[in-house]
């Protein structure tokens, strides 16, 4: 009889601590755009496309985030990049302290201290910098300042191709050489030609009235 007692208590006792057990589990992430595909750090990479070597990326840290619309790579750390052309000579180097690349739209966007130096010695500097590699563009919405050998330029609109050898700055101001505005086979737009016209004109002295000269001229 004293053995099936200590067995049922022993049983009771069992049974009691079952029914205390709990699941822990965590908490649901409802925030999805926090999750991030990568996260990779201390980055110094060569990005491809179609086989043919595009980029230098080096950054202290890039992140691939999917969820967010629309997708993009994150530098919040700030952006190194070398431009390569289809011989992987480098074309240009690209510096920002923040840079977003949406890459279903093909579309960069540098941020705060964006200094672009080409290989022909062009010198571009602002605060924010669109590049459309559908359209092969650059182009800016704010301040910008466009230094090369034989010109400055300053304007708050910009608009280059990606290799930045045409390109267009309006409300500008800057210096320019002389050849610029005045020269043969020009051919420089209607505003150009109406700045050299300006130029012109007043650097024209004005004509001053003179006596006719009726005297007749000492023969020899």
Not at 48 to 77: H, L, M
Not at 101 to 129: A, H, N, P
Not at 152 to 181: C, H, I, P, W
Not at 197 to 219: E, G, H, Y
Request: proline share 2%; hydrophobic share 35%; charged share 25%.
């Amino acid at each position: 009889m004293r053995r099936l007692l200590v067995y049922l208590g022993v049983c009771v006792c069992f049974f009691c601590s079952c029914q205390e057990q709990k699941e822990h589990t965590a908490p649901a992430i409802h925030d999805r755009d926090s999750a991030a595909v990568m996260i990779t750090y201390g980055v110094n990479t060569l990005i491809s496309d179609s086989g043919v070597i595009k980029y230098r990326i080096v950054t202290e840290e890039w992140e691939v985030n999917q969820i967010r619309k629309p997708s993009r790579w994150i530098f919040n750390k700030g952006l190194f990049l070398e431009q390569f052309d289809e011989k992987i000579h480098v074309q240009s180097y690209v510096q920002c302290d923040t840079a977003f690349y949406y890459d279903q739209l093909r579309l960069w966007e540098l941020r705060s201290r964006v200094r672009i130096l080409t290989k022909d010695g062009l010198r571009f500097s602002s605060e924010q910098l669109y590049w459309d590699e559908s359209s092969h563009e650059l182009y800016s919405h704010v301040f910008s300042r466009l230094v090369t050998p034989e010109r400055t330029l300053q304007g708050s609109y910009f608009r280059s191709d990606e290799k930045m050898t045409k390109y267009f700055v309006s409300n500008s101001k800057g210096a320019f050489e002389r050849t610029d505005l005045v020269g043969e086979g020009d051919t420089s737009s209607d505003s150009t030609k109406n700045a050299q016209d300006s130029i012109q004109k007043s650097m024209r002295q004005q004509a001053l009235p003179q006596r006719k000269n009726v005297s007749i001229p000492l023969t020899h």
